[in-house]
Antibody, heavy 118, light 109 residues
Framework: QLHLQESGPGLVKPSETLSLTCIVS??????????WGWIRQAPGKGLEWIGS???????YYTPSLKSRVTISADTSKNQLSLKVRSVTAADTAVYYC??????????WGQGTLVTVSS | DIQMTQSPSSLSASVGDRVTITCQAS??????LNWYQQKPGKAPKLLIY???NLQTGVPSRFSGSGSGTDFTLTINSLQPEDIATYYC???????????FGPGTKVDIK
């Protein structure tokens, strides 16, 4: 059974880089036809898609974050990574990784809270 | 950019009631719309894809309809376990871009 688990620092200082890892088990991030994405949710707010990586390695980002975000994968470790540069308090959120085929986000991690504060 | 709105932002209904949530797109999106359910402290769960298709394992009291700019999620006979926030998701496939609606919080009266 596919399982996704986010990990990373819970506290990041303003202007620094937020780095998260999504460990995938029970399936391969190289599985044909699947995307692996990141979605975030600020406290008490709605969901925001950050970006996704196709199994082939192509990446896609939401326009508002594209200049600050990088999604990458380590296929040898079956892990997905997210980096958000120059963070501010507005980047404080629960960050989820999720697998999707087209628009069907069918498997999600439990999410990890990242707080941006000095 | 396509903007998504949902109404109402919250609602309170009794067990057994029929609940309707609407989602509106700022331009024609055909049937490129999904519905997700998020319970407190949990990750979202896919309910409906391509506007009207029930995801495997989702109770049949959930249904979706609509196309173009106006979409509806209906819960027939609301159950206590349906307490959640419901989000619509608009998508483009080429390239993939996803926009969530602001959400509708459903409570039991």
């Amino acid at each position: 059974q596919l399982h996704l688990q986010e990990s990373g620092p819970g506290l990041v200082k303003p202007s620094e880089t937020l780095s998260l890892t999504c460990i995938v088990s029970g399936g391969s991030i190289s599985s044909r036809g699947y995307y692996w994405g990141w979605i975030r949710q600020a406290p008490g707010k709605g969901l925001e898609w950050i970006g996704s990586m196709y199994y082939s390695g192509n990446t896609y980002y939401t326009p508002s974050l594209k200049s600050r975000v990088t999604i990458s994968a380590d296929t040898s470790k079956n892990q997905l990574s997210l980096k958000v540069r120059s963070v501010t308090a507005a980047d404080t959120a629960v960050y989820y990784c999720a697998r999707h085929r087209r628009s069907n986000f069918d498997c999600w991690g439990q999410g990890t809270l990242v707080t941006v504060s000095s | 950019d396509i903007q998504m709105t949902q109404s109402p932002s919250s609602l309170s209904a009794s067990v057994g009631d029929r609940v309707t949530i609407t989602c509106q797109a700022s331009q024609d999106i055909s049937n490129s719309l999904n519905w997700y359910q998020q319970k407190p402290g949990k990750a979202p769960k896919l309910l409906i894809y391509d506007a009207l298709n029930l995801q495997t394992g989702v109770p049949s009291r959930f249904s979706g309809s609509g196309s173009g700019t106006d979409f509806t999620l209906t819960i027939n006979s609301l159950q206590p376990e349906d307490i959640a926030t419901y989000y619509c998701l608009q998508y483009d496939n080429l390239p993939p871009i996803f926009t969530f609606g602001p959400g509708t919080k459903v409570d039991i009266k």
